[in-house]
C-alpha cells in the first residue's frame, strides 16, 4: 500500500511538472503584446512591415514564446532593456514561420553587448606553435546553449535599409546549424532526398563564393561566406531575409532552397529593387 502511495506521488509529481510549464506558456502565449512592444517590432524588423497578417500574428506569437522561454543577460554593464529583448526575439523568430517546431530548444540565454566585443582565440601555425589572440566580434553562437550579440549591430539591422548585414539571423541561423548535431551548413531537411538537393545546390555556390573572393568579384553574398559551409549558410541565411530579389536573381537554385527550408518567400515583403540603367559591366557569369 506504502508503495503504491508512494507511486502515486511520484507520478502526480512528475505529471504535475509537465503540465505547470506547458500552463504557463499557454498563459503568456494568450496575452497580446502590447502597443508599445508592437511598435518596436515595426520600427525594428523591417521584414515584419511588409508581412500579410498572418505571419505578423505567427511572428508575435513565437516572440513571445521566446521572451518567456529565454533569459537576457546584459554584459560590460549593458542594461538589457524592453526593447532590446522584443526587438532580438523577433529578429531570431523570422527564421521560424510556418516552422512546426519548439523555439530554438537548445538555447538557454542571450548575452547582449553594448558594442563589439571581444572573444580570446588560440591559432596554431604551420609549425604547431599556438598563439593567443583576441578577436573583434558582432556576435557569435555558442554550442552550451548561449548567443552573443552587439546591441549596436542588432539595432543597426533593424533601422538601416535592406541589404544590410543582421547579426541575428546570422548568429540565429547557426542554432538552427546546430540543432541537427553539428555546425556543418546542414539544418534539420527532413529526407534524405531534400539533404542530396541540398548539398549539391550550396555546396556548388559555396565553391563559386570562394572563387569569386580570392579573385575579388563582387556578389551579394558576403565574402565572408566563403569562409566554410557553416558560415557560407549563415551568411546566404541572412542575405535570404535581407535581399531576397537580389538572391533570387543571382542565385535562383540558392534562393529555391532556402524558400523551401524556411518556407517562406521574403520578397513578398519587400518592393522589388528598381533597376536603374548605366553603363555595360562584365559579366562573370560565363566563369561560373
Not at 497578417?53 to 506569437?61: G, V
Not at 553594448?114 to 558582432?138: N, S
Not at 556543418?184 to 529526407?191: F, Q, T, V
Request: charge should be negative; glycine fraction near 8%; aromatic fraction near 10%.
Amino acid at each position: 500500500m506504502e508503495a503504491a502511495l508512494a507511486c502515486a506521488v511520484v507520478a502526480g509529481a512528475l505529471l504535475l511538472a509537465w503540465q505547470v510549464p506547458r500552463w504557463r506558456l499557454r498563459r503568456v502565449l494568450a496575452r497580446p503584446l502590447s502597443p508599445v512592444q508592437l511598435g518596436w517590432i515595426e520600427r525594428n524588423v523591417d521584414q515584419y512591415r511588409g508581412m500579410p497578417p498572418d505571419l505578423q500574428q505567427q511572428l508575435q506569437r513565437l516572440t513571445k514564446q521566446f521572451l518567456h522561454e529565454k533569459t537576457f543577460v546584459g554584459c560590460a554593464g549593458l542594461g538589457v532593456t524592453e526593447e532590446m529583448r522584443v526587438t532580438i526575439a523577433a529578429q531570431a523568430c523570422l527564421l521560424l514561420l510556418n516552422r512546426p517546431m519548439r523555439v530554438y530548444p537548445g538555447l538557454h540565454a542571450v548575452l547582449v553587448y553594448p558594442g563589439a566585443f571581444l572573444v580570446p582565440r588560440k591559432e596554431a601555425d604551420e609549425a604547431g606553435v599556438v598563439t593567443e589572440t583576441r578577436q573583434d566580434l558582432l556576435g557569435e553562437s555558442w554550442g552550451d546553449g548561449r548567443v552573443i550579440l552587439s546591441w549596436e549591430h542588432v539595432r543597426r539591422a533593424g533601422l538601416a535599409p535592406e541589404g544590410t548585414h543582421n547579426v541575428v539571423l546570422h548568429e540565429f541561423a547557426h542554432q538552427l546549424d546546430s540543432e541537427s548535431g553539428s555546425n556543418n551548413g546542414a539544418p534539420i531537411l527532413g529526407s534524405a532526398e531534400r539533404y542530396r538537393s541540398w548539398s549539391e545546390t550550396l555546396g556548388r555556390d559555396f565553391a563559386l563564393l570562394r572563387r569569386d573572393t580570392i579573385w575579388g568579384y563582387r556578389d551579394v553574398l558576403d565574402p565572408y561566406g566563403a569562409t566554410n559551409p557553416a558560415e557560407f549558410f549563415a551568411v546566404a541565411t541572412e542575405t535570404f531575409f535581407e535581399q531576397p530579389h537580389a538572391l533570387a536573381a543571382g542565385h535562383p537554385a540558392l534562393y529555391a532552397e532556402f524558400q523551401a527550408y524556411f518556407r517562406v518567400d521574403p520578397r513578398a515583403w519587400f518592393a522589388a529593387p528598381v533597376v536603374e540603367p548605366g553603363p555595360a559591366t562584365v559579366d562573370y557569369g560565363q566563369w561560373r
